[in-house]
């Protein structure tokens, strides 16, 4: 259940509250009643957006690999450490655990972290495993410098086993706890790649009628250029850059996809709803004595208003997967009206409700 936020710009403040069920028979969530509505519902009066939460990662760009044993010549440096005897056998390095807390070292390595590891193992041990390392910056094993603990199957069969460790610095090198107990571990075709992500990030979007302003960071060490739209950009080293795009449309609602480009380099994509109150649609309209709904017949965005001001925006009402990318947004239509209700589907979606209940949306 999410509050509405008050229009403090123009007009009284509105109190009531969105919350909701939807049926579905894939990953498409009704948006616009969680994030985007807390941006408009303030930002109405000017018909500005503004996307401040950030939760995409950088894309990789490539994973180098530093480190690969496939032990078809020996344990190829790998040194026993506690509780552990190593041998190499038809193409895999044999570990003995003969007491608690077992491991073992990597050879030394110099690898810019954060890494990614990737192994075959087979095990008849106990308890789960865990990883640990040291680098150039602070060459002391603790816990300040480990992997959270992973889930080994003890059943004697191969496993391919893949992890991140959040590295930081130069890592020298890693520490293998292969369980916990006595037993013995196969591991096979280990690979230490490192993660090189893209230097640039889409940190913030503000969107207005006019167009779409995206602020880009440079996360390398030199100057990047990119162009967003018609437009072309030099972004210095550490530092951020506004880029903007003009949007044209008739619609009151709109999905826009912002494109960075740069030579040499994949582009950069977020999709965004841009609302633009000075355009009309065709709309479905729910009304009680507090608040008026106007959801557009296309289903693409929804208008709530107390008397002749507009509080809030939902727009996209669905879509998949929110926190992804590259979202996809259904097309709706009108399934259903009823005088305080309005079911919107797509195909392959299901449906969605919203009913406009005294100072309350249901969805």
């Not at 995409?56 to 506690?82: C, D, I, K, M, N």
């Not at 740069?262 to 709803?273: A, E, F, M, N, V």
């Not at 106007?294 to 939902?314: F, H, P, T």
């Amino acid at each position: 259940m999410i509050p509405l936020v008050s229009d403090w710009q123009k007009g009284p403040a509105l109190f009531g509250r969105i919350h909701g069920k939807l049926q579905h028979r894939r990953r498409y969530f009704p948006t616009g009643i969680g994030v985007f509505l807390i941006f408009v519902a303030v930002l109405a009066a000017r018909g500005m957006a503004v996307e401040h939460i950030n939760p995409y990662e950088r894309p990789v760009l490539e994973e180098p690999t530093v480190g690969r044993w496939t032990f078809e010549s020996g344990t190829q440096g790998w040194r026993p450490a506690h509780a552990t005897q190593l041998d190499a056998r038809d193409g895999a390095l044999v570990i003995t655990c003969t007491g608690h807390d077992p491991y073992l070292y990597t050879p030394p390595m110099e690898a810019e972290g954060p890494l990614y590891l990737r192994f075959r193992m087979r095990s008849t041990g106990t308890g789960p495993g865990q990883f640990f390392w040291i680098t150039r910056e602070s060459r002391n094993w603790g816990t300040d410098k480990r992997s959270p603990g992973f889930k080994m199957k003890h059943d004697g069969e191969w496993h391919t086993y893949e992890m991140k460790i959040d590295a930081s610095g130069t890592v020298t090198r890693i520490r293998l706890d292969p369980g916990q107990g006595e037993g013995q571990v196969w591991v096979d075709d280990f690979q230490v790649t490192r993660c090189e992500r893209h230097p640039l990030e889409i940190t913030r979007i503000e969107a207005s009628p006019e167009g779409i302003t995206a602020f880009v960071k440079n996360h390398s060490e030199e100057a990047v250029k990119f162009r967003l739209g018609d437009n072309d950009y030099t972004v210095e080293a550490g530092e951020t850059v506004a880029g903007f795009m003009p949007v044209n449309s008739t619609e009151p609602f709109h999905p826009v996809t912002v494109k960075i480009t740069s030579d040499g380099l994949p582009p950069l994509t977020r999709t965004i709803s841009v609302h633009d109150p000075s355009e009309d649609a065709e709309w479905i309209t729910l009304s009680n004595e507090e608040l008026t709904l106007k959801v557009a017949q296309n289903g693409s965005g929804a208008r709530l208003l107390r008397g002749d001001w507009l509080v809030a925006v939902m727009a996209p009402l669905a879509e998949a997967a929110p926190l992804d990318r590259h979202r996809e947004i259904p097309e709706l239509r009108i399934a259903k009206q009823t005088d305080d209700s309005v079911t919107l589907a797509a195909d392959d979606f299901g449906s969605l409700t919203l009913t406009l209940d005294e100072n309350e949306i249901d969805s």
